[in-house]
């Protein structure tokens, strides 16, 4: 069964770059599509963009200018890059599997942005 | 994009008895294989969300058969049946037909 979990800093200075990363366990990379999104306090949950372990992206129209996702076979993770943030991007960041199903989830880790 | 709308946003239920939430979509959900991707999460107080419904009607495993989905068109339902304590909680439901994807805005159940 597959698991995910999230790892990287919990407080970003506004301007900077967001970076996360979700290692992957019990299934290889090249198995799926893999999914990061993003829940803003009391707020509801929004997909900010998937890969595929070729490399293939898709991002959200309202963050693709921000957004870049990469993948990395040899260590079976992915990654999130989230550009110039703002106290609008302080979230719970997710990752999970195939975007159009999301069936697993990672538990998730708060982001705050703040100086 | 397409909406999701999810009605009622609040819903109080008692020990035992049913809910149900519905889940509105501004156009359909048909995708080109014929598949459609609606789905329905639980998020528990302080967790990640869990799918419990995936393509309308096919309950994950270990959900218990106290849930159910429904639906077709435009017009989604998930039923709880003998709504127990453990089923506190926000559920959304979320297209994957249409990119980009999408949730209802949640449903929050409380006993």
């Known amino acids: 069964q597959v698991q995910l979990q999230e790892s990287g800093p919990g407080l970003v200075e506004p301007s900077e770059t967001l970076s996360l990363t979700c290692t992957v366990s019990?299934?290889?990379?090249?198995?799926?599509?893999w999914t990061w999104l993003r829940q803003p306090p009391g707020k509801g949950l929004e997909q900010i963009g998937y890969?595929?372990?070729?490399?293939?992206?898709n991002y959200s129209p309202s963050l693709w200018s921000r957004v870049t996702i990469s993948v990395d076979l040899s260590k079976n993770h992915f990654s999130l890059r989230l550009t110039s943030v703002t106290a609008a991007d302080t979230a719970v960041y997710y990752c999970?599997?195939?975007?159009?199903?999301?069936?697993?989830w990672g538990q998730g880790t708060p982001v705050t942005v703040s100086s | 994009d397409v909406v999701m709308t999810q009605s009622p946003l609040s819903l109080p239920v008692t020990l035992g008895q049913s809910a149900s939430i519905s889940c509105r979509s501004s156009?359909?959900?048909?995708?080109?294989?014929?598949?459609?991707?609606l789905n329905w999460y639980q998020q528990r107080p302080g967790q990640s969300p869990r799918r419990l419904i995936y393509?309308?009607?096919n309950r994950d495993s270990g959900v218990p058969d106290r849930f159910s989905g429904s639906g077709s068109g435009t017009d989604f339902t998930l039923t709880i049946n003998r709504v127990e304590a453990e089923d506190v909680g926000v559920y959304f439901c979320?297209?994957?037909?249409?990119?980009?994807?999408?949730f209802g805005q949640g449903t929050k159940l409380e006993i």
């Open positions: 890969i595929y372990y070729n490399g293939i992206t």
């Open positions: 393509k309308v009607s």
């Open positions: 156009q359909g959900l048909v995708y080109s294989n014929g598949d459609i991707f």
């Open positions: 979320m297209q994957g037909t249409h990119w980009p994807f999408n």
């Open positions: 019990g299934a290889s990379i090249t198995s799926s599509y």
């Open positions: 999970s599997t195939d975007p159009r199903t999301l069936e697993a």
